[in-house]
């Protein structure tokens, strides 16, 4: 299909790791990336990865991408009350970004 | 101050109105996105701009349409109005020389339809 898809909660303890997921669909994409919306806010870039790349790390952040199953995920380690927000994937498609549906993470202490 | 600003934030009008939302960017990008965004939905694409004499439609474009004034300013319409046009709006700009292309979104704009 034509969707990029993500499951839509998530639900951690403060201090564990999050990990949300991400299933894309255009195996030609050049870059994937994690979008992060606060609430009330837009979208900003949290981090990406060239499509030429298995992981990526930045400080808490950890970017897994599985180029044969067309999965993406990203890993938030020892995650924080701030990071309770919506995450988003995207794939980049013919000069567009192509979003996934966004998975609102809750933090709880 | 922000880079990219939209106006309204916040709209509520009545079925049949017309209605103008409105995008400026001072980040000297000439590419312009409109989106909405729906609950469960994620953000889909209405109409894109990559200069000042270049509009395309996006996946959901039908009821929409979009004048590019500028390259700082990129306004989305609503000719007639309808309830299930109610979702947040977002404007985004990205410039042609990004490697990885990343897109700097607005504050968003509520728009509601009665």
């Known amino acids: 299909g034509e969707d990029v898809e993500q499951s839509l909660f998530l639900s951690v303890r403060e201090g564990d790791s999050s990990v949300i997921n991400c299933t894309y669909t255009?195996?030609?994409?050049?870059?994937l990336y994690w979008y992060k919306q606060e609430p009330g806010a837009g979208l900003q870039l949290l981090t990406y990865?060239?499509?030429?790349?298995d992981m990526k790390q930045d400080q808490r952040l950890t970017v897994l991408l599985n180029k044969k199953d067309k999965h993406l995920s990203l890993r938030i380690a020892d995650t924080q009350t701030g990071d309770s927000a919506i995450y988003f994937c995207a794939e980049h498609r013919t000069d567009k970004l192509i979003f996934g549906t966004g998975t609102r993470l809750q933090v709880f202490p | 101050d922000a880079d990219v600003t939209q106006t309204p934030r916040n709209r509520i009008t009545k079925t049949g109105k017309r209605i103008m939302l409105e995008c400026s960017q001072t980040?000297?990008?000439?590419?312009m996105y409109w989106y909405r965004q729906d609950p469960g939905l994620g953000l889909r694409l209405i109409y894109y701009?990559?200069?000042?004499?270049?509009?395309n439609k996006g996946e959901i474009s039908d009821g929409y349409s979009v004048s590019r004034q500028a390259q700082a300013k990129f306004s989305l319409s609503l000719e007639s109005a309808i309830p299930n046009q109610t979702a947040l709006y977002f404007c985004a700009t990205s410039a042609e020389w990004s490697s990885y292309n990343e897109q700097f979104f607005g504050p968003g704009t509520r728009l509601t339809v009665l």
């Open positions: 701009s990559f200069d000042v004499k270049d509009i």
């Open positions: 255009d195996s030609s994409s050049t870059y």
């Open positions: 990865i060239f499509s030429n790349m």
């Open positions: 980040k000297g990008h000439d590419r």
